[in-house]
């Protein structure tokens, strides 16, 4: 299978990043300029695993199970390392960089959700957070490959931060994990945005998990708090959405968003911090409570406003929109 979907390059790969940085006459991702050693071994954790995202199988195939035995099988497997959530979905061209080439035929979804207290810490602690998540993704995917070569006998590669071929948030809707929102982000029942993904691609004999609908993207039309929230202005309002395959999908305007979330030296996250999906479908009385405080403190702060409470440099205009937490 050849692959067909265009997928966004990160930080000094990104030619949009470097073109942002050559108008400012920046030499370095003011974010990444910003030496956080915590977030660093972080980095360093999956970059230690990009060797071993694939390898040679060295077990034979055993008894052949059906589809629904092997998936339900792997799915234990990958709770049991440390996945909050396993969703599968048939690999497609459209799930794929293009010009990647696999004869694999089932992607495998984990995620690993972000603890919403550290919303309440600060950007820093947000921002570490966020790739301690990711390192964590990592290892579980690395491991989860390894075993289907090592134990099923079946070809299998992890994607994730260390170096992945497969297009997130399509795969992440396709296996079932949630709907998607209007700050570009798949929302969950359970964890609402909150999570990091990886993925692990295979010719094990696998069953297909469905798309959900819960009315996330309902709620999102009348929801402006992740529009209005945002210090770039970068999130379209809700009639502004486009239709792929059926699924709405409003888009993020990446330029925009950068001035925020690369541009300036702190963590930004704030359409996901925001989002009420943390609490509204799972009840959990305890991140609605951390939720209000942490709409509290951003009500204080105003919008067009970063974390750190300086105005972003964006000049998106956010400061003209209404100011309605609700």
Not at 5 to 18: A, Y
């Amino acid at each position: 299978m050849k692959g067909t979907s265009w997928i966004r390059r990160q930080d000094m790969e990104d030619p949009l990043l470097n073109r942002l940085l050559q108008e400012r006459g920046l030499d370095d991702v003011p974010f990444f300029a910003r030496r956080l050693p915590a977030r660093e071994a972080h980095m360093r954790r999956w970059a230690e695993l990009a060797p071993a995202r694939d390898g040679e199988v060295t077990a034979k195939p055993g008894k052949s199970e059906s589809p629904a035995a092997a998936t339900a099988s792997i799915k234990n497997q990958a709770l049991d390392l440390g996945a909050d959530m396993v969703g599968i979905a048939g690999l497609q061209p459209d799930f794929l960089e293009i010009g990647a080439e696999l004869d694999h035929h089932w992607v495998i979804a984990i995620t690993v959700h972000e603890h919403y207290d550290k919303v309440l810490g600060g950007p820093d602690a947000v921002d570490v957070e966020a790739f301690r998540v990711y390192a964590r993704c990592a290892e579980i995917s690395t491991e989860l490959a390894r075993h289907i070569r090592a134990n099923l006998g079946h070809k299998a590669r992890a994607h994730h931060n260390g170096g992945t071929e497969i297009q997130a948030v399509p795969v992440l809707h396709q296996a079932g994990f949630g709907e998607l929102g209007k700050h570009g982000s798949l929302i969950n029942p359970e964890f609402g945005a909150s999570f990091r993904p990886a993925f692990v691609t295979t010719t094990l004999p696998l069953q297909a998990d469905a798309p959900i609908n819960f009315g996330v993207q309902d709620y999102c039309t009348k929801c402006r708090l992740c529009t209005q929230a945002c210090p770039a202005g970068a999130i379209a309002g809700s009639a502004e959405f486009i239709t792929t395959g059926g699924v709405k999908r409003w888009l993020v305007d990446i330029e925009k968003c950068y001035t925020a979330c690369r541009l300036r030296p702190e963590y930004c996250h704030l359409c996901v911090d925001v989002c009420p999906y943390i609490h509204k479908e799972n009840g959990n009385a305890e991140t609605k409570n951390i939720f209000k405080t942490f709409l509290a403190e951003r009500k204080a702060a105003g919008f067009g406003v970063a974390k750190s409470g300086a105005a972003s440099s964006a000049g998106s205009g956010a400061k003209d929109r209404p100011r309605d937490f609700r």
